[in-house]
């Protein structure tokens, strides 16, 4: 992400004649698969947009990549910035955590995007949403609307709109088909009908219309997709305001056997045989190759097949919704009917990590994809496409812009002889994804995704915790910890912005008591002075660690507390409102993460040999919103020369029992055979 050589402007526009070479020629076709049912005749013709031309030229870095660490006392970085994967050689080449030098260390440091003539800095914050919620409140009321007529009983009618169904009536072509090959606004739109949801049991979603499946079993046409049901943690949790779906789907060769004739069996082995592959749970006795009329492929560590599809729809939350009461939802896991967006992955080309090195990465070249179809291409094999909430709240494509925040989590890096590709991409996704590889083993993750079994009480008041967990908090495969465990020692709040929100500072409060066996009890953050805040974060991360060692982030049946993970429902309903701001506005492009005030960690609390500068010089006040950062410039030969020069404070020599939080080598992987934190 930073500290590569920049090839000038210009190159970046005279460049997209030989990478569009590199973008259609790379087709690779699978046996038994035609146009119609997934395979890749073609690839998707579109354009190249450079991103300084972006009303955001840097979009792919992530609003959390600009936050505090309250001088190294949370680090949420170790999480996405990560060499572990990258170690591995599972399906990921972009070590962020200082395995590769010319990349940097993303843990211990705010370097950001190399910079480039004539472009702006990447060090000056651009998600004006999430830095000055004010700002947006005020252009929202410069619309005629105004948020606080929004009351929580009009957003429990908002999120319970189906939103979805509309947009999918749009799609050009049949459901089978990954591209109609139309020129329309919906063209890559994914071809999962909500009326088909929820999936069965097994995970499969089978439909009435047989225009819609493959081949039909007792239980109805299978579509071919399948839910996959993961461990989550601080990105889409109820607690940050959006909770997933996720469903995968091969090409037609995989659900034939050798005969050509249509399997369950086979079908459900190669979707297993996925799972291990990404999960690096592969034996010998998996072979080297793919079942049934897929046989030639190979069934490679790290790598989905060419044709891979992935739908994911983004709902709101609605903790009403547990899946029982089918007058509030069909889905389960808090999941609303209306989605803020629909997003989908489809693997058009082999692409192998390992041949690309990291070092060779390029950042702020073109991103290729298209102006109106809502797509564009991640540079390593993946077409990703979103659909997203229009001012009126139904969906439509987003733009190259918006799309280019995907190519920000979901990519890696790539340099042909030809040409550079727009790269970026973090540490801790294999082949580009990250959910599959975060699957519960087995039958529990072949299922609709319930956020740990999520079950609604059945009658609670609006500031109650609404539900619980039906699950325990599963162990790491390299920590030696359960994963919930783990992100409370090291961020010590609910998401990676490190905030802790009023739920669960109550829940702390509740349990982190002296006459309950801890040495003090639960502190207020302390921001009178940068050395009080420093103090009360550290003995907030002291009492975290105390409360996980104990499993008091278990309830008495060793499952996750509800308190952690479930918003109370007028907690949910007023994160939606403030999120529905951004969607009446349309202000995508500075931030979809919306506070009630400018995040703690995205305020400026350092004095001593710790100070840093605004990006022109001009000292900080204590207090004051951290709108930019400082620069080298002391030499203008260097390829670090206005690149960020502020550490995060987060000490690489200091270890876990001394309050240290560095880890470089974290992996989003969970044990095998599964094991769960005890009580």
């Not at 190159?11 to 146009?35: E, F, K, N």
């Not at 709902?315 to 896991?333: K, P």
């Not at 949910?572 to 005030?597: E, I, M, N, P, T």
């Amino acid at each position: 992400m930073q500290h590569s050589i920049r090839k000038p402007l210009v190159w970046s526009i005279l460049g997209a004649a030989s990478t569009a070479v590199v973008l259609s020629a790379c087709v690779t076709a699978l046996p038994g698969v035609t146009d119609s049912t997934g395979g890749l005749a073609h690839a998707l013709v579109g354009d190249f947009f450079n991103p300084v031309q972006f009303d955001n030229p840097y979009s792919h870095i992530p609003a959390q990549c600009y936050i505090e660490t309250s001088h190294g006392a949370q680090n949420a970085c170790q999480f996405c910035h990560t060499n572990g994967v990258y170690k591995l050689g599972l399906g990921n080449n972009l070590p962020q955590a200082g395995a590769e030098a010319r990349l940097g260390n993303l843990q211990l440091e705010y370097s950001f995007a190399p910079h480039r003539p004539f472009e702006p800095l990447s060090v000056v914050n651009p998600w004006e949403n999430t830095l000055k919620p004010e700002k947006l409140l005020a252009a929202v009321r410069a619309l005629g609307q105004d948020p606080q007529a929004w009351g929580a009983a009009e957003m429990a009618n908002y999120v319970r709109q189906d939103n979805w169904s509309a947009a999918f009536a749009q799609r050009p072509g049949g459901a089978k088909d990954w591209d109609s090959a139309v020129n329309h606004p919906m063209r890559l739109f994914p071809g999962l009908a909500p009326t088909d949801l929820p999936a069965h049991a097994d995970g499969f979603v089978r439909s009435l219309e047989a225009s819609r499946g493959y081949f039909k079993d007792h239980a109805g046409w299978l579509t071919g997709w399948r839910a996959v049901n993961f461990m989550p943690y601080g990105i889409f949790t109820p607690m940050t305001g959006s909770v997933s779906g996720i469903y995968i789907r091969l090409p037609q060769a995989f659900m034939r056997d050798a005969s050509g004739q249509f399997s369950l069996n086979v079908y459900q082995h190669n979707l297993d045989l996925v799972e291990r592959a990404i999960q690096d749970r592969l034996t010998p006795a998996d072979g080297k190759h793919f079942t049934g009329q897929a046989h030639s492929v190979p069934l490679l560590r790290g790598e989905y097949p060419v044709g891979t599809e992935f739908a994911h729809p983004l709902h709101y939350v609605d903790v009403a919704a547990d899946g029982s009461r089918a007058d509030i939802s069909r889905f389960a896991g808090t999941r609303s009917q209306r989605v803020k967006e629909v997003r989908y992955m489809m693997k058009w080309k082999d692409f192998h990590h390992a041949d690309f090195r990291p070092g060779e990465k390029e950042e702020g070249l073109p991103v290729y994809g298209h102006a109106t179809q809502g797509w564009v291409d991640n540079g390593v094999g993946w077409y990703l496409a979103g659909y997203i909430e229009d001012a009126r709240g139904e969906l439509r494509p987003q733009t190259p812009q918006e799309l280019t925040q995907c190519i920000g989590c979901h990519s890696g890096v790539v340099r042909t002889e030809q040409a550079a590709s727009f790269t970026s991409g973090t540490g801790n996704t294999v082949d580009s994804t990250w959910a599959m590889a975060r699957k519960w083993p087995g039958a529990a993750g072949w299922k609709e995704m319930d956020y740990l079994g999520y079950q609604a009480h059945a009658s609670v008041g609006s500031q109650a915790t609404p539900g619980k967990a039906q699950l325990g908090d599963p162990f790491n495969r390299g920590e030696g910890k359960g994963e919930m465990r783990h992100f409370l020692d090291n961020v010590v709040g609910a998401s990676l912005y490190g905030d802790m929100p009023a739920p669960i500072e109550r829940y702390l409060s509740q349990t982190v008591r002296t006459d309950r066996g801890y040495s003090q009890p639960w502190p207020a953050l302390n921001i009178r002075s940068p050395q009080a805040f420093t103090d009360s974060q550290a003995l907030r991360q002291r009492l975290m660690r105390d409360l996980t060692a104990r499993g008091e982030h278990l309830d008495a049946q060793g499952r996750v507390q509800g308190a952690l993970l479930y918003p109370p429902q007028a907690d949910a309903l007023a994160g939606a409102a403030r999120y529905r701001q951004v969607v009446v506005s349309q202000r995508y492009h500075l931030g979809k993460d919306v506070f009630a005030a400018t995040p703690v960690n995205l305020i400026y609390r350092r004095d001593g040999q710790s100070t840093f500068t605004h990006l022109d010089g001009r000292p900080y006040q204590q207090g004051e919103v951290i709108t930019d950062r400082s620069v080298h410039r002391s030499n203008l030969a260097a390829d670090t020369y206005l690149v960020g020069d502020v550490p995060t404070l987060i000490d690489e020599k200091r270890n876990f029992a001394q309050g240290g939080t560095y880890n470089p080598n974290y992996v989003p992987l969970l044990s095998a055979p599964l094991r769960f934190e005890q009580k």
